[in-house]
């Protein structure tokens, strides 16, 4: 996958993540998965992976979901009852959803992925898990 070169500043970033995880003591993670096709989903990940690496985080779980691309996940949560706050949560981000309707493009992968489970799951999210951060998150 290409990935161009974005503008952030990567030390800044590592230091605000830093700051969260000491603050909060997560037990969980969650980003967009690093083979997911969009350039700055990759590079949160990256600086996720670089700042899990430099700290001790055997207690926390880092799942890297899907956003644009289907990729093979390992795990699946029903989202169905969050339906109404994801796209609302999604609606949120006015700059990126004034010219296309992201919500819905992101609930149909939402609602592809509760086709693959057993029935009554209507909306599902899929997830990898990646707390193997030696392995190449």
Known sequence: ??????????PKLASE???????????YILLPHPGDNHTDHFEVSRVVRDVALC??????????????????MGAFVDISAFEDLKRKMISAHASQTAHKD????????????????????????????MSDVQAGL
Do not use: Q
């Open 1 to 10: 996958m290409n990935h161009k070169e974005l503008s952030i500043d990567r």
């Open 17 to 27: 993540i830093e700051s969260l995880i000491a603050e909060l003591s997560p037990s």
């Open 55 to 72: 700290k001790d985080l055997r207690d926390c779980r880092i799942l890297g979901y899907e956003v644009w691309s289907t990729l093979v």
């Open 102 to 129: 992201y919500a819905a493009m992101i609930l149909a992968l939402n609602l592809y992925r509760g086709g693959c489970l057993p029935t009554g799951v209507r909306l599902a999210e899929a997830f990898e898990l």
